[in-house]
Structures are given as C-alpha cells and as structure tokens.
C-alpha cells in the first residue's frame, strides 16, 4: 500500500508560480515512479508529468514543456512539480500518481494509487 499527500496548490495569477508537493508513505518511495495528472472541470484526467524511480527520466506533456519541473527526492519520500509561468489553462485539479513499476508512463490507468488532490487557480 501507499498513501500520498498533496500539497501546495492556491490561486496565483498568469505568469506566477507554484511549487506542488507529494509525501508517500507505505512502501518504499524510491521502489516506484511517480506521475503528476490535472482535470478540469468537465474534461477527463490529463497526463503532466511522470519520473522514475532515480530521477534520471522524466517525461513531460507537450503543453507544459519549459515551464514544469518534476523531481524527487527520495531520502523525503517527496514528489515535486514545480510549474512556472503559469497559465490559465492550467487551472485544475492537481493529483500525484504512484506507479509500481519502475518506468514512468503517461496513462492514468496504469498507476496503482492516486492522492486526494490539490487545486491550482490561475486567473487572468
């Protein structure tokens, strides 16, 4: 089992930044990737960002290339999302993913356990 937290989402104007993080608890945090997914009101979960287990690979959707940051640290059993220049596009509901296996993937689907959300406003 894993347990993960999110947090640091808010409200932040066009152009601003926020940092998201995620604590795992349960197995060992350095044992799966992690994955970050957005939904917006009235669209399906979306594909952000996704990082291995060293955090040596990541893997980015085309919209957020440049501007988001994955990283991890694993002696905190801590994810990161670090999103800069923020859009206001990118207002949704933030979740982190873990996924048992080793390599990252795009598709919620194929991760095993999600946190409870974090929402991040960007407004005009």
């Known amino acids: 089992q894993v347990q993960l937290v999110e947090s640091g989402g808010g409200s932040v104007q066009a152009g601003g930044s926020l940092r998201l993080s995620c604590v795992a608890s349960?197995?060992?945090?350095?044992?799966?990737?992690m994955g970050w997914f957005r939904q917006a009101p009235g669209k399906e979960r979306q594909f952000v960002a996704a990082?291995?287990?060293?955090?040596?690979?990541?893997y980015y959707t085309d919209s957020v290339k440049g501007r988001f940051t994955i990283s991890r640290d694993n002696a905190k059993n801590t994810a990161y999302l670090q999103m800069n220049s923020l859009k206001v596009e990118d207002t949704a509901v933030y979740y982190c993913?873990?996924?048992?296996?080793?390599?990252?993937?795009?598709?919620?689907?194929?991760?095993?356990?999600w946190g409870q959300g974090t929402q991040v406003t960007v407004s005009s």
């Open positions: 993913a873990a996924d048992l296996k080793t390599i990252p993937r795009r598709v919620a689907s194929e991760y095993d356990y």
């Open positions: 349960g197995r060992t945090f350095s044992s799966y990737a």
């Open positions: 990082i291995n287990t060293r955090g040596t690979m990541t």
